[in-house]
C-alpha cells in the first residue's frame, strides 16, 4: 500500500488505482486502500467509482475524516446536492478540527448556498491551519468579495498568488475584485 499512497501522492492517480486495487485484493478491509482508492478516483474524474470506494472506507471506519471529505468531493463533482457534501465536511472537521482541505470545501459549499459569512469563517480556518494553502487563500479571497470586503480579498488573493504564481483563475478572480475597487 506504501507504494499506492506514494503514487497518489506523487499525482499518478491512475498508477495509484491499480496498486490501491492489488491491496485491497489481498485485504478489502483496510479503510486507508478504500480511502485512497476514492481519492485517486475523484483525481480522475471518476466520482461514482469514488463514492463507491469511500462507502467501502466508511463501512469500515464509519469516523474516517478523509473518507468523508472525498465522498462531499465526488458528491460536489457530481454536482448532487451541496448540502450533503457539506454535511460530509463538516463531520469531517468535527472528527478532525485542524483538517485543512475539509475547511476549504465547506467553505466553497457555503458559498455557492449563499452563506458567505459561512464560508468566510471555514476558509479563514482553512487558511489558519495551512498558511500554504493556494486555494484556500484564493477561495477566501471569492468570500471576502461576496461580503464586499475589496481590499481584504485583494490581501488573500495577493497570498494566493504569491503560492500559485501561474493560476489563472486566481489572477482572473484578482483582476474582477480590482474592477469593484474602481467603482
Not at 499518478?12 to 485485504?27: C, F, G, R, V
Not at 495577493?158 to 489572477?171: C, G, S, V
Request: glycine fraction near 4%.
Amino acid at each position: 500500500m506504501k507504494q499506492a499512497d506514494r503514487a497518489r501522492e506523487a499525482g499518478q492517480y491512475q498508477k495509484a488505482i491499480e496498486l490501491y486495487d492489488q491491496a485491497i485484493a489481498l485485504n478489502p478491509n483496510v479503510a486507508e486502500a478504500q480511502w485512497g482508492r476514492c481519492y485517486s478516483l475523484n483525481s480522475v474524474q471518476q466520482p461514482d467509482d469514488a463514492i463507491a470506494a469511500c462507502n467501502k472506507a466508511l463501512t469500515i471506519n464509519p469516523n474516517y475524516p478523509e473518507a468523508l471529505w472525498s465522498k462531499g468531493a465526488a458528491l460536489e463533482q457530481k454536482q448532487q446536492n451541496p448540502i450533503d457534501a457539506l454535511k460530509l465536511y463538516q463531520r469531517a472537521t468535527a472528527l478532525k478540527p485542524n483538517f485543512a482541505e475539509a475547511w476549504n470545501n465547506q467553505g466553497v459549499v457555503l458559498l455557492k448556498l449563499g452563506r458567505p459569512t459561512e464560508a468566510f469563517d471555514a476558509l479563514d480556518r482553512a487558511t489558519k491551519l495551512k498558511p500554504s494553502f493556494a486555494n484556500a487563500w484564493s477561495n477566501k479571497g471569492a468570500a471576502l468579495w461576496s461580503l464586499g470586503r475589496y481590499e481584504e480579498a485583494i490581501v488573500s488573493l495577493d497570498k494566493a498568488h504569491q503560492l500559485k504564481p501561474d493560476d489563472q483563475d486566481i489572477i482572473n478572480l484578482r483582476q474582477q475584485v480590482q474592477e469593484k475597487l474602481r467603482r
